[in-house]
């Protein structure tokens, strides 16, 4: 019988991949249970389930099976004694050793200045670094879901791996176009770095929740129809602006 979290990567590869490699997927499964055996997460959870959360993101991304199995390996190299690139070649082959290399390289820079000019220069060098973009969107997934876990570090922990977030991931995920990623990135940053202006948003947002939701649904149908009336085929679609947007807006009106 499958074990069941290797079912759900399985299922999420299989609604979008024609013909992965499950095997393949299955080997680092079980070797990364392996490598990891022991440790576990500031959360008290295995350290495995890291890695399974971040290769089911990557799987949402719908990225090819290489970087499925990379984002299962990807902390391996960095935590696992015996673990190096030279091993996951013979285990893996290259492809899927230069995406975890590439991961580790990246996770051991560390930003510390909140220059925006600075940043800037970070980002394109992590970009650079990275050279594969697979890289760069392995680590991506990885952040995400350390932010998803982030209260369970020391508070000056939280708050600097919030700001490296702010200013250098959530942007970068934007460049590449994954809105919905971004969006999460900034909200959990604004969760950890101003929580009772977080917690206010929220409230705000949940008691007109239907009310909002109505209205985009309405705006939809009012423009679908103007654009049929015009005879042009579109899309139409909305969505509501995300906490960190609003509180963004209602800092630069003060």
């Given amino acids: 019988?499958?074990?069941?979290?290797?079912?759900?990567?399985?299922?999420a590869v299989n609604e979008y991949h024609p013909s992965p490699d499950l095997a393949l997927i299955e080997k680092a499964y079980h070797f990364v249970h392996n490598s990891h055996e022991g440790q576990v997460r500031a959360s008290g959870e295995a350290y495995v389930?890291?890695?399974?959360?971040?290769?089911l993101l990557v799987a949402q991304l719908r990225l090819d099976v290489p970087s499925v199995v990379a984002a299962l390996l990807h902390d391996t190299i960095e935590d696992c004694e015996g673990v190096t690139v030279e091993l996951l070649?013979?285990?893996?082959?290259?492809?899927?050793?230069?995406?975890?290399e590439g991961v580790t390289k990246l996770t051991r820079v560390r930003f510390e200045s909140r220059e925006e000019k600075q940043a800037e220069?970070?980002?394109?060098?992590?970009?650079?670094?990275a050279?594969?973009?697979?890289?760069?969107?392995?680590?991506?997934?990885?952040r995400l879901h350390n932010m998803r876990t982030l209260g369970h570090l020391p508070e000056?922990?939280?708050?600097?791996?919030?700001?490296?977030?702010k200013e250098i991931y959530a942007p970068l995920a934007h460049r590449l176009g994954i809105h919905w990623l971004k969006s999460e990135l900034e909200d959990l940053c604004l969760l950890?770095?101003?929580?009772?202006?977080?917690?206010?948003?929220?409230d705000s947002l949940?008691?007109?929740?239907?009310e909002r939701e109505q209205y985009i649904q309405n705006t939809i149908e009012l423009l679908k129809n103007h654009l049929e009336e015009s005879g042009i085929s579109a899309s139409v679609s909305g969505r509501s602006k995300h906490f960190y947007s609003i509180w963004h807006k209602m800092e630069a009106r003060n």
Avoid: N, S
């Fill in 156 to 165: 000056e922990k939280q708050r600097r791996v919030a700001l490296e977030t």
């Fill in 206 to 210: 949940a008691r007109t929740q239907i």
């Fill in 89 to 100: 070649e013979r285990e893996f082959g290259a492809d899927i050793a230069h995406i975890v």
């Fill in 1 to 11: 019988m499958t074990d069941p979290q290797l079912a759900r990567i399985l299922k």
């Fill in 192 to 202: 950890a770095l101003r929580p009772e202006q977080y917690q206010a948003i929220r």
């Fill in 121 to 129: 220069g970070f980002r394109k060098m992590l970009l650079a670094m």
């Fill in 49 to 55: 389930v890291h890695l399974i959360e971040v290769a």
């Fill in 131 to 142: 050279k594969d973009v697979r890289v760069v969107l392995v680590k991506l997934c990885d």
